[in-house]
């Protein structure tokens, strides 16, 4: 103290006035640096669990089946978002499935050990994340033979893992520069204090204390919180500024992040409920809207039918062309149907080359017509490839879905049964059964 007041004015002045700015650009530093590395981390670890959620069910055909080009594509569209570096697909037996990039911390036991999503390793500036596909088991075999039910209580079976690495060191470099940034403007306004000591020691307490609170709203969240520019002198007025333009971009950033996020959430859900090949809903979401179909039959009897459409002769054409020509002629059989059926009916691809029509508010005529015009329509089809012409047939069960049908395994069940005797009977058919009845003991040839 006392060689404080040995000291002149001026000097006096001066370390009154810098010794309260360094402390308060000590504080703006570490509060932002403090937070922005929590919501970083947080934002990051969201962003992992939130890929790999959609990603696993996603993955579920491709796991199934078998089909490394939609696994190929699944991760494809996983490594377009932003920061992720790799990502894999493994199966139950912790083979690699699928993968794009270089996995760098990989590690098998405890990917392996995942059930739900969850980050499983942190290395180098990269953040790892896991989880597991699960699959239900299926109702209905491929050539509509009876299949047992499972019950609705049957857990999930663990079928493989899907795996995702997010680098962050970019943004890590990014918030070091920011913070040298903000220690710069510290410097500046320090420097320019000095020279205006005595005249700014009156006015920088009130300008100050309105950063410091903006800081403080910053750090509990309030992203578009901004300060006025003005009082205090040119440098504080920079400072002001400065924090300004920090605090935009840091919202900027965010909100872009966010909405990545939840672009990239909405593109995986739409793979989760989607066949890649046709476009059509899956067997995932077939299964949920039959579940729907019978609901709405007891409680308001908005009743309806179900088809299940099996090519005929489908594996001539994939013997003869190979696997491209069966792809491009299920895509054509499935724009077939789906413009042949009316806008509130629903047309899925529940594998292979059959396909499930869920005809919603159709009267027993009406699901007759259309199920004998679908099956026309397929057999009038030419399916031309590289100079050759191919003829196909369909074979329709269908059955009715009313307020005495109990579940969806009924109406399934009917439906098998009725797929399976339009088969037996000659294909090119239409059968009709009602529900109820007992399977076939085996299937046709």
């Known amino acids: 103290m006392r060689t404080l007041r040995a000291l002149p004015l001026t000097q006096r002045l001066l370390l009154t006035v810098l010794v309260p ?27 992992g669990i939130a890929i790999v959620s959609f990603l696993a069910p996603a993955a579920e055909y491709g796991v199934i089946s078998g089909s490394v080009a939609s696994l190929r594509s699944l991760l494809a569209a996983a490594r377009a978002q932003q920061d992720v570096v790799a990502a894999a697909i493994y199966d ?11 996995p760098a911390i990989a590690d098998l036991d405890r990917v392996a050990a995942t059930v739900a999503p969850r980050p499983v390793g942190v290395s180098a500036g990269r953040h790892a994340f896991a989880a597991a596909v699960l699959s239900l088991p299926i109702a209905v075999d491929d050539l509509g033979g009876a299949a047992a039910i499972a019950p609705a209580a049957a857990e999930p079976e663990i079928i493989g893992w899907v795996y995702v690495e997010l680098d962050t060191r970019a943004y890590v470099e990014r918030r070091r520069t920011t913070a040298l940034t903000v220690l710069a403007l510290a410097l500046a306004t320090m420097m320019g204090t000095a020279v205006l000591a005595v005249r700014l020691a009156r006015s920088v ?3 100050v204390g309105r950063l410091v609170e903006a800081v403080r709203r910053m750090a509990a969240g309030d992203l578009d919180v901004r300060v006025s520019v003005g009082g205090g002198g040119q440098e504080l007025s920079e400072l002001q500024q400065g924090f300004n333009n920090m605090a935009r ?30 476009g059509l809903p899956n067997r995932r979401a077939f299964e949920q809207a039959l ?11 908005d009743h309806g039918a179900l088809c299940f459409i099996d090519l005929d002769r489908f594996k001539q054409v994939n013997d003869a062309c190979g696997h491209a020509a069966g792809d491009a002629l299920l895509h054509q059989i499935g724009e077939l149907i789906r ?7 629903l047309i899925c691809r529940v594998g292979g080359d059959e396909f499930a029509l869920i005809l919603r508010g159709c009267s027993p ?13 397929v057999e009038n089809h030419a399916f031309e490839w590289e100079g050759q012409t191919f003829s196909i047939g369909a074979s329709v069960g269908l059955t009715r879905i009313d307020d005495h049908t109990k579940s969806p395994s009924e109406v399934l069940k ?18 009709e059964t009602a529900v109820g009845l007992a399977p076939p003991a085996r299937k046709p040839a």
């Open 365 to 377: 005529d009406d699901a007759r017509r259309i199920a004998h015009g679908l099956c026309d329509a």
């Open 205 to 207: 307490g009130e300008p």
């Open 291 to 301: 579940e729907d179909a019978v609901l709405a039959s007891r409680r308001a009897a």
């Open 339 to 345: 413009h042949r059926v009316r806008a509130q009916d």
């Open 249 to 278: 971009s840091i919202a900027d950033a965010t909100y872009n992040l966010q909405a990545r996020v939840e672009e990239a959430t909405g593109q995986l859900a739409y793979q989760a409920l989607h066949d890649p090949l046709t």
């Open 92 to 102: 139950r037996s912790r083979e690699l499935s699928a993968v794009t990039g270089s």
């Open 21 to 47: 700015v360094s402390l308060l650009s000590v504080l703006i530093s570490m509060l932002y640096l403090n937070r922005a590395a929590d919501l970083a981390e947080q934002a990051t670890r969201d962003r």
């Open 414 to 431: 009917a439906a098998d049964i009725a797929c399976y005797e339009a088969k037996r009977s000659g294909r090119g058919k239409v059968v």
